[in-house]
């Protein structure tokens, strides 16, 4: 969907149809569709049917103008609900429903007029870009391999800012700031979505090599040999059970001038498909362990989303790629492994892999790159889901003032987040009596102890955080801005952290 802008007087604005937004109740409609309705649309204000909208949140309603000389024939108005608990996620969830809506009306030239966002209690800049993310993610849709019983609705072609004035300030980058983020979160929710048959531990390597051609970033894709040459020999035994080949890979962002910056480092974990290994997982749906590689596709959807904005910041994404199979060559429960980092693990259950395949990149992170900071992200725990729901994700970590800027950055891009306690203690429930520690322990507080687990692979003079997004990775239900499937869940987040990074107290 293309972006545009129209400047015009109001009465000259023309489109198929125009956006605007509600609050619920006596608060009533915004000064901008009070403009709009006495200047261009006096048909609506007659309209016995505009009485009956009641703008609760993701209420959409579209109102036809009778047939005429009318620049806009439709007005679609969007619901935020009361006044006095609005957010910035129902503005933008309300601009998904109202341009799907857009879409199943087959309107080929959707437009949203500045002035629509008039009254609303965040700047107008930034009301705009939740209105582009929302409308672009909001239309997006998976159907590379499908052949048949398409929709064929196709619209909205482009949407259009209808504005009075040129764009300046910060109104001027908005468009290409929104588009870039959405851009990340698309590609993330693409991968993620894909069958395992198709995103192989070699297809993440090979997106990462085009994100670098594209953009010019540098590229490092780590094979099997190299890893156990290495010494990763925890992200190697993962790999062991499968027939795929499996990739620890390294891509950098690194603009003139900050080649010598300690780096940002996200990781992300990449299990292609997990069955659980020797530890096999239950039959029933299995299927959705393609989506074990969430984290690594918001890290390459992070990548895509700075590419395209030009950010001017150093950063690494690390993303160890495997699949995790039961055969004759895979790991056991009761194995012993000397991870990277010199510490050795006893395997308890072959289906705790995902940290089992981070440790070995949160080590080689600290070493190679001394970085300024470490965020790893990954759907590790089933125990997340418990503990906070499939709309909420859990940070743990080293360092208050990183978890800190997390929870705020995730609180302003709408991907919430919720801190958990890291204290000593927890890593009672991991030791060995045969190893430096166990790969899991007892169930109580499952994903703490997996973020215990994945501290010891972590300077402690290195910030650092661990997102586990097991529940946020994935909506089976339509939420707006996040349509049915793969939600992209950490790019926005990422991308603000990275690029908000100088004024952060880290």
């Known amino acids: 969907m293309q972006i545009e802008w129209q400047v015009a007087p109001r009465k000259q604005w023309h489109a198929d149809a125009a956006v605007f937004f509600a609050f619920e109740n006596a608060e009533g409609r915004l000064p901008g569709l009070d403009r709009f309705v006495q200047e261009n649309g006096a048909w609506l204000g007659r309209s016995a049917a505009i009485g009956d909208f009641r703008a609760k949140p993701n209420d959409v309603a579209v109102f036809y103008a009778p047939p005429g000389e009318v620049l806009v024939p439709r007005l679609v108005l969007a619901g935020l609900g009361p006044a006095d608990r609005f957010e910035t996620e129902k503005l933008r969830n309300a601009a998904a429903y109202a341009l799907r809506k857009c879409r199943e009306l087959n309107v080929g030239r959707a437009a949203v007029p500045i002035s629509a966002l008039e009254g609303l209690p965040v700047e107008a800049a930034s009301a705009l870009r939740e209105v582009l993310v929302g409308s672009i993610s909001g239309l997006h849709r998976f159907t590379e391999l499908k052949t048949r019983d398409l929709d064929s609705a196709q619209g909205p072609q482009s949407l259009v800012i209808l504005s009075e004035n040129d764009p300046a300030g910060d109104l001027a980058d908005v468009v290409s700031l929104a588009e870039s983020e959405a851009a990340g979160i698309i590609l993330a929710r693409d991968l993620t979505i894909a069958p395992a048959n198709v995103v192989t531990p070699a297809y993440m390597a090979e997106a990462a090599r085009q994100l670098a051609d594209r953009f010019g970033f540098k590229t490092e894709v780590i094979d099997l040999e190299s890893a156990r040459s290495l010494g990763m020999n925890a992200f190697a035994a993962v790999a062991r059970g499968s027939h795929e080949p499996a990739y620890m890979v390294v891509i950098e962002h690194a603009p003139e001038g900050t080649e010598n910056d300690p780096p940002i480092v996200f990781i992300g974990k990449g299990i292609t498909f997990d069955t659980g290994g020797i530890s096999l997982k239950p039959g029933d749906k299995m299927e959705a362990m393609k989506q074990d590689m969430a984290g690594a596709a918001a890290v390459l959807g992070l990548f895509e989303t700075m590419g395209r904005s030009g950010l001017k910041r150093r950063v690494v994404g690390i993303l160890p790629c495997t699949e995790n199979m039961p055969g004759g060559q895979a790991y056991k429960p009761g194995d012993v492994i000397r991870t990277y980092s010199g510490q050795t693990i006893e395997i308890i259950s072959t289906d ?136 992209g869940f950490g790019v926005r987040t990422f991308f603000e952290l990275a690029r908000r990074w100088p004024e952060l107290k880290i």
């Open 352 to 487: 705790a892999e995902g940290r089992v395949v981070l440790c070995d990149a949160l080590a080689y992170a600290a070493r190679k790159f001394a970085p300024a900071a470490i965020v790893d992200v990954a759907t590790l725990t089933g125990a997340c889901i418990v503990a906070l729901g499939r709309q909420v994700a859990a940070v743990m970590g080293n360092h208050d003032g990183l978890a800190r800027s997390v929870l705020e950055i995730g609180e302003k891009v709408g991907e919430r987040y919720w801190r958990l306690p890291l204290w000593d203690f927890y890593f009672e429930s991991i030791k060995s009596d045969v190893a430096d520690m166990k790969n899991v322990g007892e169930r109580a507080a499952g994903t703490i102890v997996a973020a215990m687990f994945l501290k010891q692979f972590v300077p402690d003079e290195i910030p650092w955080v661990h997102l586990d997004i097991a529940g946020t990775a994935w909506t089976d239900k339509d939420n707006g801005a996040a349509p049915k499937g793969a939600t």
